[in-house]
């Protein structure tokens, strides 16, 4: 298992198991949401990794290529969401709020992890494809649209297959989100966040021996 993925599941692992404790100190269900996010946030991982392979073994022509790249980044917003679940923690209790926070803190990195890790073998792909420039611009673009989807996600309560259920209702609500302050903060925040760990993400996995890299 390469090192990457390892260390999603570790930390999956972990995030799983410390929820799994306080479910059986305190005799309740409090953040089991958590653990539906982070199996989202694994989803643009696994297509990622899915289109990848289908390419490798030439299973995919350009406009497969293409609807794989549509279906991680309809799946993306899922994985940095989890940094979003951190505002539960105001209802946490007071004798809990240490644990919670850590335990919170645990499912966010997994997923912020995962969302990475694809990020990186979406670029990677569309630079094998296309040209460096090219690349960089996808995953730009990616970045902004992935941020203005956890506006969507939080505010809106939209999830990503409504794209298929409730089509119009949610261009309508994009439409109007548009002109909203806090659409356009929340996109610019997260877009100046998730691009620049991206680009030290990048850096580093580029710092790694060759074998790792894949």
Not at 12 to 41: C, D, E, H, K, P
Not at 160 to 165: A, E, F, H, K, M
Request: hydrophobic residues 50%; charged residues 10%; glycine residues 8%.
């Amino acid at each position: 298992m390469k090192t990457k993925t390892f260390l999603v599941l570790l930390l999956t692992i972990v995030s799983v198991g410390m929820l799994s404790f306080r479910m059986i100190l305190t005799q309740t269900n409090g953040g089991i949401g958590l653990v539906w996010n982070l199996f989202l946030a694994w989803m643009p991982l696994f297509l990622a990794k899915m289109t990848e392979i289908q390419w490798q073994q030439q299973r995919l022509s350009r406009v497969g290529l293409a609807g794989g790249l549509l279906a991680w980044l309809l799946f993306f917003p899922n994985a940095p969401y989890l940094i979003t679940d951190l505002i539960h923690l105001k209802a946490a209790p007071d004798h809990l709020l240490w644990y919670d926070s850590l335990m919170s803190f645990s499912f966010a990195l997994a997923g912020l992890m995962a969302g990475l890790y694809s990020m990186l073998k979406i670029h990677r792909l569309v630079e094998y494809t296309s040209q460096r420039s090219v690349a960089w611009g996808v995953m730009a673009g990616s970045v902004v649209v992935s941020s203005f989807g956890i506006y969507l996600g939080r505010y809106g309560r939209w999830n990503s297959w409504d794209i298929l259920t409730h089509p119009f209702s949610l261009f309508r609500y994009i439409v109007r989100s548009l002109r909203e302050s806090l659409a356009i903060q929340t996109t610019l925040a997260f877009s100046f966040a998730i691009g620049f760990i991206y680009l030290a993400f990048w850096i580093y996995a580029h710092l790694e021996p060759k074998h790792e890299q894949q």
